[in-house]
Each structure stands twice: as C-alpha cells, then as structure tokens.
Antibody
Framework: QVQLKESGPGLVAPSQSLSITCTVS????????ISWIRQPPGKGLEWLGV???????NYNSAFMSRLSISKDNSKSQVFLKMNSLQTDDTAIYYC????????????WGQGTSVTVSS | DVVMTQTPLSLPVSLGDQASISCRSS???????????LHWYLQKPGQSPKLLIY???NRFSGVPDRFSGSGSGTDFTLKISRVEAEDLGVYFC????????FGGGTKLEIK
C-alpha cells in the first residue's frame, strides 16, 4: 500500500527556516521521483520542486534561492528545507509521488499545515 | 511557466446531470516524445487532491468510468456523465510536459 506522510513544525516565525520530512512506504525512493506541492489557505496548488530517483533536483524558479530538497533512500524519507519564510508562505505542504510512465502525481500525502507568524 | 486556465470557476449541478470542465494551456502540452502530460485531480473538502485522469484520457486505478477526459494540444475537457454526491469538490487540471503547473480549480457543487 503506497503511503506518504509529511511531518512539520506547524508554526514558523517570520524570517526563520522551515523543515518538513516526508516518510514513504509501499515503494522505494530509488524507483519514483517525489515532488513538493503547497496550497495556501483557500487557494490553488503550487509546485515547489522535485527530487529524482538518482538524487538530482529541479526547483520552481520562484523558490530556487531559498529551497532545498534532499532524501535518504535507506530511511524512505524526503526532506524539504525552505529559508527566509514570510507570511505568504503559510500553506499546506504536500509531498507527492510521480507515476513511473505518466509522470502524473499519482499519490499524495495528507499534507502538513504550516503557519508563518510571530 | 505554462499557465493553465480552467473554466468555469464554479459549476452548480443537479445529481445525475452531466458536468463538463474546460482547461486551456498557454502553450502546447505535446512533449517531444509525442505524449501529452495533462492530468486531472479531485480535491474533496478537507482532503488532499487525488488523481483521476492521467495523460489526457486515462482513468487512474479505481476511478469510475463516468469520468472521461479528452482534448489535445492546448485544449482539454473533463466530463462527468452522471454526477453523484461523492463527486463534489474542486477539480484541478495540471501539466507535467513542462515545469509542472496547475489550473486554478473548478468547484463542483449542488445546484
């Protein structure tokens, strides 16, 4: 059974950094790419970046200067780190798996809510 | 970035009706390998989005056959043949031919 589960801090102070862990089960990170998506309250979906099976990454140009994605295949974990958070970074953050052939986002985590506030 | 434009923003329907959602991209979604990576997702209230249709017209595992996708190039459509109560929520189109982007969403609600 494919599962992804995010865990994050909930509340982050402005200008501080955000770290979220995505723990997966039912498949191997050496076989599937993982993206991070976020959704501000009441708004649409925004792609942040992807980590490929081989460990390479690609980021949304809007976040390239302050975003880092990494992973530990042996622990089945993917990590997101974003620096210099502001109030408009308040959102639900999702990790998602990409299908092997179709590259759709075929499985999503439940999401972790992050509020940026002092 | 590729801009995905969905219409309508809101779609009031009666149960049993057919529903149709349009998605238009700012540039062609045909990849150099010939595939078109246009997908549809449904987000029910309080839940994460779930994949319905991948590569324009392929239903994901477990998706009822009342859902169908069509289109090509820059114009795509999702149709629900007989809306059921469990179909209500926000529908998003998305492309992964280029750097992934999403449409703004269409809220399917009861008339």
């Amino acid at each position: 059974q494919v599962q992804l589960k995010e865990s994050g801090p909930g509340l982050v102070a402005p200008s501080q950094s955000l770290s979220i862990t995505c723990t997966v089960s039912g498949f191997s990170l050496t076989s599937y790419d993982i993206s991070w998506i976020r959704q501000p309250p009441g708004k649409g979906l925004e792609w942040l970046g992807v980590i490929w099976t081989g460990g390479g990454t690609n980021y949304n140009s809007a976040f390239m200067s302050r975003l880092s994605i990494s992973k530990d295949n042996s622990k089945s974990q993917v990590f997101l780190k974003m620096n210099s958070l502001q109030t408009d970074d308040t959102a639900i953050y999702y990790c998602v798996r990409h299908g092997y052939d179709d590259y759709a986002m075929d499985y999503w985590g439940q999401g972790t809510s992050v509020t940026v506030s002092s | 970035d590729v801009v995905m434009t969905q219409t309508p923003l809101s779609l009031p329907v009666s149960l049993g009706d057919q529903a149709s959602i349009s998605c238009r991209s700012s540039q062609s979604l045909v990849h150099s390998n010939g595939n078109t990576y246009l997908h549809w997702y449904l987000q029910k209230p309080g839940q994460s989005p779930k994949l319905l249709i991948y590569k324009v017209s392929n239903r994901f595992s477990g998706v009822p056959d009342r859902f169908s996708g069509s289109g090509s190039g820059t114009d795509f459509t999702l149709k629900i043949s007989r809306v059921e109560a469990e179909d209500l929520g926000v529908y998003f189109c998305s492309q992964s031919t280029h750097v992934p982007t999403f449409g703004g969403g269409t809220k399917l609600e009861i008339k």
